[in-house]
Structures are given as structure tokens and as C-alpha cells.
């Protein structure tokens, strides 16, 4: 399978690195002046996460390759995963010149993170229209499994389809989503969260160290086994959800009228700001990024191990 990667930021260079992991030729394109290097280093620090997952990565840097200019990475490719900054602006220019230059059968895919493909796709032809969608990863998709798949008003049915087998055929969990909202499922939800945190902040509450611990030691961790749905279900005990929501849940939904709006002001922004530089400053972003990645990787491996045991239990 041939793909291009058109954008090596963040999550460029870590799809980059998945989909050759997998067995695919990549073609990256991005006007980044330090574009050799910034594909050398992803491929030495990402290879040994994709090692964790059971990949052999031997030869993963020999399949992926330098292109000067979109039209040169799109040329040939059956895939194209868009990762151009978030602006709607830039997205319709980089999508009429992807719909251009790449093979008619190739389907082409956003990694948008709340910008709907129906958004910067209106110049398109129907033919090319059909074939874009949005495929959403979570930072960094080499290690995150879930792909948002979520079509524009004029995506074809078929294209759909490619797109899970697709990111089936690189080991993510692909969901497809009904309707085209900014933001899809996961920022929608992850922004709501996030609201509040900056409300209890920016109340005084919690400083953002804090607020991280509460979520590790409690959400995060449940939320790796179990959704908000299901973890409800149990919270209710053996009455299951509707215990929950006749019991528990009307406690709960009266404080929803006390949830926060925080200050978009400047000022307050800046002192948001401020105090997470306080709580993280004092440590690099490899530092970072490095225990974070490590941790996700352990949780990964020992959820994905359970589920082997569940499978096996269940078929004797
Ligand atoms: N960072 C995240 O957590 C995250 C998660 C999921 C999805 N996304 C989405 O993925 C996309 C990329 O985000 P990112 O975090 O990697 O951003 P980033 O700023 O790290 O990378 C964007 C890259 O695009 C390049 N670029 C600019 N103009 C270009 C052009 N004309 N052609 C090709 N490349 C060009 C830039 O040089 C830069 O390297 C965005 O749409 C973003 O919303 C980001």
C-alpha cells in the first residue's frame, strides 16, 4: 500500500511512522525547513513504542520517504492522510491541490480535530467530494488506537467502508459517527471536561497539577476499562443504569446547574496559562512526552492483554 502524509507536526510523524510500521510506503510532504531530521528523530523515538505493540520495525526508516511538494507525495498513493494546521482556510486549498494531483481511486482522509470535511471540501467536484473524510486520531495515533470516521454531507458509502479497513489494517479501532459536528465525539467530550477544569482553576479549586491527579487516580484509569456509559451501569449496582439515573444521577444532575462557564478574557487565559507553566515548566517536552507515552503503553498492553484472557475464558 502506497500513502502520503502531507503535514509532519505532531500527529504526521506519528502516522507516518504507524503506517510504515505496518508494511506500508509513506510519502511525507511539509515545508518545515527541518523536515530530514524532524522524520529521522519520530522514526528512533517511535520505533520502540511500535515495538511494544508486537510490530517489527526493522526497516520501517527505508519506507518512509522525503517529498518536495504535495503533488510529489499524493503521486501514486492509494491513501492520502491530511495533517495540515487546523484552519479551514489552508485545508480547502491543501484538499483542491490532494483531489488534483493524487490517483482518482485514492481516498483521501483529514485528521481534523473539530473542522468538518463538509467545511473545506465545497470547491470539490462531486467525484472528489465523495472520497474525503475526516480521520481523527488521538495524539499520538501510533500509540492511540481510536480514528474518529466521520464523512461530510457528500462522502460515498464506499469510502466509508475503505476507511475502516483501512485503519483496521493498521491496528487502530476505527468509529464511524452519524453526524458532522465540530469538534466530533471525542473533543466534544474531552472539551466539556476540559471547561470545567479551567472553571476550577480559575475558581481557586484545584491548581492544574492537582486537577490532573484527581482525573489519573480516578476517570482516567476507569475510563481505560470502562465509558461513561458502562461505568454508570455499574455504578448503579445490580439496579444498572436506571438505578443510577432514578438515584444517584438526580443528586448529580442538580449540580449540572452549577457547572462552570469559565473567563475567555485574556487576562484569565493568561493566568491559566501561568499556573500550568508552574505545575509542568520544569520539565522538557521530550521529558514529558517520554513518561507519558511509557504510561500509555503499559496501560495499553495491560488492557489488551486482558482481553485476551476475557476472550479465552469466555471460549471454555
Ligand atoms: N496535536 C493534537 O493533539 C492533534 C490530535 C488529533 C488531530 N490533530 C489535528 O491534526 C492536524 C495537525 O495537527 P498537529 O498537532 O500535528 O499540528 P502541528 O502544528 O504540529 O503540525 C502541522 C504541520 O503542518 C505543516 N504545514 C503547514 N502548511 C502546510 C502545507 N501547505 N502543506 C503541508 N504541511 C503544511 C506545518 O509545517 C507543521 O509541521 C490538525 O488538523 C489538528 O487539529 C491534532
Not at 492520502?80 to 479551514?88: A, H, R, S, Y
Amino acid at each position: 500500500m502506497r500513502t502520503a502524509v502531507i503535514g509532519a507536526g505532531t500527529i504526521g510523524l506519528s502516522w507516518a511512522a504507524l503506517f510504515a510500521a505496518h508494511g506500508a510506503e509513506v510519502r511525507v510532504t511539509d515545508p518545515r525547513p527541518d523536515l530530514a531530521d524532524a522524520v529521522r528523530e519520530a522514526l528512533t523515538t517511535f520505533g520502540p513504542h511500535l515495538a511494544t505493540q508486537g510490530l517489527d520495525v526493522r526497516g520501517i526508516a527505508d519506507r518512509v520517504h522525503l517529498a518536495d511538494s504535495v503533488a510529489e507525495a499524493v503521486h501514486g498513493a492509494d491513501i492520502v492522510q491530511e495533517n495540515g494546521p487546523e484552519d479551514v482556510e489552508l485545508k480547502r486549498k491543501l484538499f483542491a491541490e490532494v483531489a488534483r494531483e493524487a490517483p482518482a481511486h485514492a481516498l483521501l482522509l483529514s485528521s481534523s480535530s473539530a473542522i468538518p470535511s463538509t467545511a473545506f471540501t465545497g470547491d470539490l467536484s462531486t467525484e472528489d467530494a465523495a472520497r474525503v473524510l475526516i480521520g481523527h486520531p488521538f495524539n499520538p495515533p501510533h500509540i492511540m488506537p481510536l480514528v474518529e470516521v466521520v464523512p461530510g454531507e457528500r462522502t460515498a458509502e464506499d469510502a466509508v467502508r475503505r476507511a475502516v479497513e483501512f485503519y483496521r489494517s493498521v491496528g487502530r479501532t476505527p468509529v464511524v459517527e452519524r453526524k458532522e459536528l465540530p469538534g466530533f465525539v471525542g473533543n466534544r467530550l474531552q472539551n466539556a471536561l476540559q471547561r470545567e477544569a479551567v472553571h476550577l482553576v480559575q475558581q481557586g479549586v484545584v491548581t492544574p497539577a492537582e486537577l490532573d491527579t484527581v482525573i489519573t487516580n480516578s476517570l482516567g484509569l476507569r475510563w481505560a476499562t470502562v465509558g461513561p456509559f458502562l461505568g454508570s451501569h455499574l455504578g448503579g449496582g445490580p439496579g444498572g443504569y436506571r438505578h443510577m439515573s432514578e438515584h444517584i444521577g438526580a443528586s448529580m444532575r442538580r449540580m449540572w446547574d452549577s457547572l462552570g462557564t469559565p473567563s475567555l478574557s485574556p487576562e484569565s487565559q493568561e493566568r491559566v496559562i501561568e499556573a500550568v507553566e508552574r505545575d509542568y515548566g520544569g520539565s522538557s517536552y521530550a521529558e514529558l512526552t517520554k513518561t507519558r507515552d511509557r504510561k500509555q503503553l503499559a496501560v495499553l498492553s495491560a488492557t489488551t492483554a486482558s482481553e485476551k484472557t476475557t476472550g479465552s475464558e469466555n471460549q471454555s
